[in-house]
């Protein structure tokens, strides 16, 4: 495995690979890698010739007030879950790289930046599709993969891809829980014991939202009251019912949707989601 930062270089390295007709697998990330990373990694490394996995903590995602600074760096940690998963090269680029002084281009999805994670985060999208629309351009995948939980992101990256013409598939995993049903993400790193316990709620609420679409229920305002009443003794972002592709909200369920929550718990701002299809 190789690890390479500058973007040039990453470029022929990933040109020489498809000269060599081989297809390459990408799961971008910020590190801090977890078993949900992990899946994306194997996935990315079963289904194409090369796998890559980009390493870094995107500054244009994160708002004066966030965790820029205090987000986790376990770059020798991460490194090894990445050759363990198969990847065969790692870009990890300098912030110096991706934003040159005198940068002013930014990737905007209009309308789906606008709604769940986008109120409170009104900045993030825009930083998220930039950084993603630079590396697509930068490792020139075929495939690029991506999790569930972050399912407004993989909504956004897929619109970008389609409208901006990237030759690449948007792949979409399915959430790794833990044990007990936490949704794996880096910020768990931030919850103490206690917020451990409590952070359940959210994964409990959405449970009972699908035992209810299981059982038949289909009003939107049913579903969202059964994940707030778990989710009620914590600070709470949003739970909402929307369209999957288009994130509309809906009063009533039909076709896929999109079910989402996300609460601040201690320092970690938690999200989770279930996707549900009418047959």
């Not at 870009?91 to 769940?116: N, S």
């Not at 509309?248 to 970690?268: C, H, N, W, Y």
Request: glycine fraction near 6%; charge should be negative; proline fraction near 4%.
């Amino acid at each position: 495995m190789i690890v390479i930062a500058d973007p040039n270089e990453m470029r022929a390295w990933s040109r020489q690979q498809r000269r060599d007709g081989k297809s390459i697998g990408f799961v971008p990330t910020m590190g801090a890698l977890h078993e949900g990373h992990a899946s994306l990694m194997r996935a990315a490394s079963d289904a194409n010739d090369v796998g890559i996995a980009s390493i870094f903590v995107n500054p244009a995602q994160f708002a004066p007030h966030e965790d820029f600074a205090a987000y986790p760096r376990t770059f020798e940690a991460d490194s090894a879950m990445c050759e363990a998963c198969g990847i065969q090269a790692i870009y990890a680029p300098k912030a110096a790289d991706v934003y040159p002084q005198g940068y002013a281009t930014y990737v905007t999805v209009e309308a789906l930046d606008r709604v769940l994670c986008s109120r409170s985060r009104p900045h993030f999208f825009r930083g998220v599709a930039t950084v993603v629309c630079k590396l697509f351009n930068v490792v020139e995948p075929d495939r690029a993969y991506f999790g569930q939980k972050d399912a407004q992101q993989c909504t956004i990256i897929k619109r970008m891809a389609r409208d901006l013409d990237f030759a690449i598939e948007i792949v979409e995993m399915p959430i790794v829980r833990e044990p007990d049903g936490l949704a794996m993400s880096s910020r768990n790193k931030y919850l103490t014991g206690d917020e451990r316990v409590r952070a359940l709620c959210i994964s409990r609420g959405l449970g009972k939202a699908q035992s209810l679409l299981d059982a038949g229920e289909r009003n939107a305002a049913t579903l969202v009251d059964a994940v707030r009443a778990e989710m009620q003794h914590e600070q709470i972002d949003y739970v909402e019912l929307v369209d999957a592709e288009t994130l509309e909200p809906l009063d009533t369920v039909r076709g896929t949707i999109l079910l989402a929550a996300a609460a601040q718990i201690g320092k970690a701002r938690l999200i989770d989601n279930i996707k549900y299809k009418v047959a």
